[in-house]
């Protein structure tokens, strides 16, 4: 009975790490891990959250507490449940990593720039690399 306790916990601390380095990922391309960024537009915070996202998926957060690393991951996770399953309903399958990435960067387009190629293709070499390091 204790082995197949540990081996539970085992699988879902991998599923967590797996998922938590999809948001490193994110993270380092858009500023690097740089908690206190502020982008153009007002986003904040290592994903460069926009702040109408923020207010709808922070749970009545400050836009302020977007500094704080576990918070900002919390609001980014949510906001990537509904994008992904808008994804999942509309396409009928998950999202390759590519196309998770562009749900960050570009939710909902259909036309996407060489630019915002180049940023899924960043986050997929990203992903890779960090599975590679963090696996192998």
Known sequence: MKLITILIMFI??????????????????????????VGAVGEVGRYQIKPDVWEQYSGGLPLSAAQDPFKSWTVAQRVMKDRVNWFIQTHRRQPSEREWALLWHKPFS????????????????????????TYN
């Open 12 to 37: 879902g601390i991998c599923a967590c790490h797996a998922q938590y380095d999809r948001y490193n990922c994110l993270a380092m391309i858009e500023t690097g891990n740089n908690d206190k960024a």
């Open 110 to 133: 259909k036309r996407f720039s060489r630019a915002d190629r180049d940023y899924a293709m960043c986050f997929d070499n990203l992903r890779s690399l960090d599975v590679n390091l």
